[in-house]
């Protein structure tokens, strides 16, 4: 699967928003509201960040990988495409990274 991409997953999160909530998780978290979502995209950072200073590298990977799946669903919730998140980081990297942070200091 090497050649799965950000854009198969988003895919794969539209495929299964379809589905009926006994068969997909996905549709489960949708049916919760965006704040459910939200609330689990809070709990996969806190685990991804405890799994970034821990000592064992294949956990990191699972809980990033977990993390991007239910960024996904959030993005999904909101009606926010990968395409469009692209697009601003795109647009940011026109500047330096510490050029375009203090950019949005005032904003």
Do not use: N, W
């Amino acid at each position: 699967m090497a050649d799965f991409t950000l854009h198969d997953l988003e895919k794969r999160v539209e495929e299964r928003a379809g589905a009926s909530p006994d068969a997909s998780y996905t549709r489960k978290l949708l049916d919760r509201g965006v704040a459910q979502c939200a609330k689990k995209l809070g709990e996969e950072a806190v685990e991804t960040v405890l799994a970034a200073v821990g000592e064992d590298r294949d956990h990191l990977i699972g809980e990033a990988a977990d993390l991007l799946y239910h960024l996904l669903v959030v993005l999904r919730a909101r009606g926010i495409t990968l395409a469009e998140v692209e697009a601003v980081l795109a647009a940011r990297t026109a500047k330096s990274g510490l050029e375009e942070k203090a950019s949005r200091k005032g904003g």
